[in-house]
């Protein structure tokens, strides 16, 4: 059974960074494409970025600049490091990955993790 941990989550104040992680463990196989989605109160769950193993990526407009996504192929594991953040980051997010190519992976999902953007 695959699991998706995510960790790194808290609370920071506006401009402040934090690094997100999720590792992917019970996976016999590499995970093509992973990623990063969030998830405000009264909002739906929106892509904030997406990287394939070949390290090709697809982030949203709104992150864009402030937001690095990277992956450890060999440890099925992805990172989200978020600068600049803004009170308007403030969301729960989940680490998702894809056994193919897709500019929205979806396949397995994480539990998630509180991330908090205080002014």
């Known amino acids: 059974q695959v699991h998706l941990v995510e960790s790194g989550g808290g609370s920071v104040q506006a401009g402040g960074s934090l690094r997100l992680s999720c590792a992917a463990s019970?996976?016999?196989?590499?995970?093509?494409?992973m990623g990063w989605y969030r998830q405000a109160p009264g909002k739906q769950r929106e892509l904030v970025a997406a990287i394939t193993s070949i390290g090709s990526t697809n982030y949203a407009d709104s992150v864009k600049g402030r937001f690095t996504i990277s992956r450890d192929n060999g440890k099925n594991t992805v990172y989200l490091r978020m600068n600049s953040l803004k009170p308007e980051d403030t969301a729960v997010y989940y680490c998702?990955?894809?056994?193919?190519?897709?500019?929205?992976?979806?396949?397995?999902w994480g539990q998630g993790t509180q991330v908090t953007v205080s002014s």
């Open positions: 998702a990955a894809d056994r193919s190519v897709s500019l929205y992976p979806n396949d397995y």
């Open positions: 019970g996976s016999t196989f590499s995970f093509v494409t």
